[in-house]
């Protein structure tokens, strides 16, 4: 074996990991050394590719960018030495990320640090496209939550602050394929007990849906007209939190964060809304902190957070009956579910920034 | 515990039976007419390496690609059973990791690192040239095709090898990290992450071995002691007056330890997993140069440390009182133990392009040759035009001539003592012999 310099041994840095496994088949696992709990990893469905989205916060490969780590569908690491990257500019973040067919659909945000008022806005790629989003308004604070790729269009959705400081607006942006805007639409919460942003969208047939809990705020998938407002968990006091959701064949089920409690449930036209409290709750010890969900198989769903200084995995059936909870090294910081495969990323352990990839099918 | 007068003692007694360099006699052996890959990280044995599994008894081996006959030159996998029996499927499964763009990724680029087996699963870890610096490593379990992998990223230096230790519980996986680090994972057997332990500053650990419930890494002199179900710390304790060890092994008990002096001497300790010396025994071996070095210490099922060469293989007493040097072939590249048996795989010759795995047994009086070494076959002429002919002592029930990737080109009638070459066009084969001692292949060249 080769041999280095010797140079002086700076320290130790370890971490048991005590898990309770996920109920899946493991297939692929890849370690980094940096990421520091902001990964984000999606599956191509056309190439059974994935692409792993790491904030490179040792400087080692594209300094504080966003790497773009490929792999292929066995877990193959196939990334160049110096990885491509996301960068939009300094005191930019990752939000979300969708390959589909080899064309990277990227929701950024982005802070203008050398505006005289330090502008946020948020940058939607499309493949080589990019639209800019900000407030009808500039010089104000624009946050990007979330992003849905359809077959036709994206939804993008978040908050922009319209005319004075804390008077924030859910947002949401319907585009084509290209990033042409087809709609962009402004809600104001003034008079329900939801804040002001979209942390959550989902389309159900032709409906738009939005999280601002404890509201699902519905807009047409057409035109972006707005058509109501729903109260899913019913729940007093009302259930307020960035609450994720995703839609099953006529359900949207969705997770939010409330103290220490990890609510859960599903909403349709025509059940109405069910979970929430009764039963459809995890309690922690401490803040759940990150929140994810991905629609599985057969109806069921799965949702990932971090609590207790762990990753937490819960698979959820169709009528938001708790299955398993697993737990799974030091975070869950995302989730993606493509052709039968779950993806989970987060932090392999709390004492440094070694960021986790797997993937893996669900056991029957 | 014995202790070092003790054991010294014992040592200076033993009668000095091993004597002189002997050549290794095969129980059975195999040949394939290729795998003498290039350097690769100045490791030229890199891609060939031989493991046991001590649950089913197969014996694997892995044998570079060197005729590309996949593109990327990876690396064959082979099973045999421990009679020798080739239980290897058709075809053999290749083992390799991609390169981002392979027209930029020179063949040698790519190989096996380690290789492990047990209770039916084959970890194999490896490295991958980048195509700036750096390696790219990854860690495999095949299980009757691809079971899982841990991707390990880019090690800056591209000095790493990933090293594999497997017991009952899963894998231990020990490799320089992307940020000048260097890792320790622990692995269940469906490759679910227990535990993982990080070594910040850029010392290079060199070597571990699992002993009682115990990791026991090295570097710069320095053993670190790690709970193997925990990862937890254990402390620390010094060896060989801070030289950098070569290689470490146990009995299951005990550790052993080696390093090369600088003087043409590899220097052999015994210890306690407490540290403490039993014996230590320093063995001449000639010109300090590669072929010389110890790459590895291995203790067989008698608790006989074997310090590894390129040229030889030393077995000393199990209280380090005597050695005797084994030779086989031009090269050695990797050694490992069923409970009777060696198996040691390398390179026949140096002027040819032959990869062998011989069986031989663990008991010395019949390992050690009483007559000269004979080849197992002669073939003559090589490179031949039209005829070869065949000249071996035991008795051949069927020869085949397979192209090199395995397809039967002809069968050869009785007495099996010459190949009609005149129907073949100019080219490398495969002659394959089924024989007492098993199946054997051996290169066939033609040339006209």
Same mark, same amino acid.
């Given at each position: 074996m080769s041999r280095l310099s010797i140079l002086v041994l700076v320290g130790l840095i370890s971490h048991a990991l005590k898990a309770q496994t996920p109920p899946i088949d493991l297939e692929w696992t890849a370690l980094r050394w940096f990421g520091n709990g902001t990964g984000v990893i999606t599956h191509d469905?056309?190439?059974n590719e994935h692409l792993w989205a790491l904030q490179d916060d040792i400087n080692t490969?594209?300094?504080n960018d966003e790497v773009k780590l490929p792999f292929l569908p066995d877990g193959s690491d196939v990334a160049p030495a110096y990885p491509d990257r996301f960068n939009v500019g300094s005191l930019d973040h990752l939000v979300d990320l969708t390959v589909i067919d080899s064309v990277p659909y990227a929701l950024m945000a982005h802070q203008n640090i050398g505006g005289v008022v330090q502008d946020q806005y948020w940058h939607l790629f499309a493949g080589a496209a990019e639209l800019i989003i900000q407030s009808p308004e500039e010089d104000l604070l624009d946050v990007g939550l979330d992003m849905q790729v359809e077959a036709d269009a994206i939804y993008v959705c978040g908050s922009s602050m319209v005319?004075?400081?804390?008077n924030d607006r859910g947002r949401s942006i319907k585009t084509d394929l290209?990033?042409?805007?087809?709609w962009d639409v402004l809600w104001d919460p003034?008079?329900? *007990?939801? %804040?002001?942003?979209?942390?959550s969208v989902v389309v159900l047939g032709d409906t738009v849906v939005m999280a601002a809990f404890p509201l699902l705020v519905l807009f047409d998938r057409n035109t972006g007209t707005f058509i109501d407002t729903e109260?899913?968990?019913?729940l007093t006091p009302p259930l307020q939190g960035d609450a994720r959701l995703v839609a099953g064949s006529d359900r949207i089920h969705w997770a939010c964060i409330q103290g220490n409690t990890l609510h859960f449930g599903y909403w349709s036209f025509t059940e109405g809304g069910t979970g929430g409290g009764g039963g459809f709750f995890q309690t922690y010890a401490t803040p759940p902190a990150g929140l994810d969900v991905v629609l599985g198989e057969n109806g069921e769903w799965w949702i990932g957070t971090t609590a207790e200084g762990q990753g937490r995995l819960l698979r959820v059936g169709t009528?938001? *009956?708790? %299955?398993s909870t697993s737990t799974l090294y030091a975070s869950i910081t995302d989730l993606d579910f493509v052709n039968g495969k779950l993806s989970i990323t987060g932090k392999?352990?709390?004492?440094?920034?070694t960021s986790y990839v797997l993937v893996g099918t669900p056991q029957p | 515990m014995r202790t070092a007068i003790t054991s010294a003692l014992v040592a200076s007694l033993l009668p000095s039976f091993l004597q002189g360099q002997t050549p290794l006699v095969p129980v059975w052996s195999h040949t394939w007419?290729?795998?003498?890959?290039g350097s690769f990280n100045s490791m030229p044995w890199r891609d060939n390496h031989v493991a046991v599994d001590?649950?089913?008894?197969l014996v694997h081996v892995t044998v570079d690609d060197e005729f590309e006959v996949a593109s990327t030159r990876w690396d064959y996998l082979f099973t045999f059973a421990p009679d020798g029996i080739d239980l290897t499927p058709a075809p053999p499964p290749l083992l390799g990791s991609p390169a981002p763009n392979p027209m930029a990724f020179p063949a040698n680029q790519e190989g096996t690192a380690s290789l492990m087996a047990r209770d039916g699963k084959v970890f194999h870890a490896r490295e991958r040239r980048n195509d700036t610096y750096g390696n790219v490593g990854s860690v495999h379990c095949h299980e009757n095709g691809p079971r899982w992998q841990l991707s390990l990223g880019r090690?800056?230096?591209?000095?790493s090898d990933a090293r594999l230790l497997v017991d009952e519980h899963g894998t231990i996986i020990f490799r320089r990290t992307q940020d000048l680090n260097f890792g320790f994972f622990a692995l269940d057997p469906n490759g679910w992450i227990q535990w993982s332990r990080n070594f910040t500053g850029m010392l290079e650990f060199d070597c571990a071995v699992i002993v009682s419930n115990e990791v026991q890494a090295v570097r710069e002199g320095t053993v670190h002691r790690l709970d193997?179900?925990?990862?937890?710390p254990l402390g620390t304790y010094p060896v060989l007056a801070n030289q950098p060890i070569t290689e470490i092994s146990s009995n299951g008990t005990d550790l052993f330890f080696c390093y090369a002096g600088g003087n043409g001497s590899i220097t052999v300790e015994e210890r306690t997993?407490?540290?403490?010396?039993v014996w230590t025994r320093t063995v001449s071996t000639g010109p300090p140069d590669d072929g010389n070095l110890p790459f590895d210490l291995e203790v067989d099922p008698a608790g006989r440390p074997w310090v590894i060469t390129q040229l030889g293989i030393y077995v000393l007493g199990s209280d380090g009182g005597a050695e005797e040097r084994f030779v086989y072939g031009a090269r050695i590249n990797d050694v490992a133990f069923s409970e009777d048996r060696a198996y040691i795989t390398g390179m026949?010759?140096?002027?040819g392009n032959t990869t062998y795995l011989i069986a031989v047994d663990m008991d010395l009086t019949t390992m050690v040759a009483e007559q000269a070494y004979e080849p197992a076959l002669v073939l003559y002429p090589?490179?031949?035009?039209?005829t070869v002919y065949l000249q071996r002592a035991g008795r051949v029930h069927s020869a085949r001539v397979l192209s090199i990737?395995?397809?039967?080109?002809s069968t050869l009638g009785a007495p099996f003592d010459r190949v009609n070459l005149e129907h073949l066009p100019v080219g490398t084969y495969v002659l394959e012999l089924t024989t007492d001692q098993g199946r054997s292949t051996h290169p066939l060249v033609v040339a006209r």
């Open positions: 469905p056309v190439t490969l594209n300094a005319g004075t400081a804390n290209q990033g042409n805007v087809l003034v008079g329900t *007990d939801a %804040l002001g942003r979209f942390s109260d899913p968990a019913a009528d938001a *009956d708790l %299955l392999l352990d709390a004492t440094n920034p | 007419p290729y795998g003498q890959e001590p649950i089913t008894g090690d800056l230096f591209g000095s193997r179900t925990t990862g937890e997993i407490s540290g403490d010396l026949l010759d140096n002027a090589q490179p031949a035009s039209t990737s395995g397809q039967v080109i």
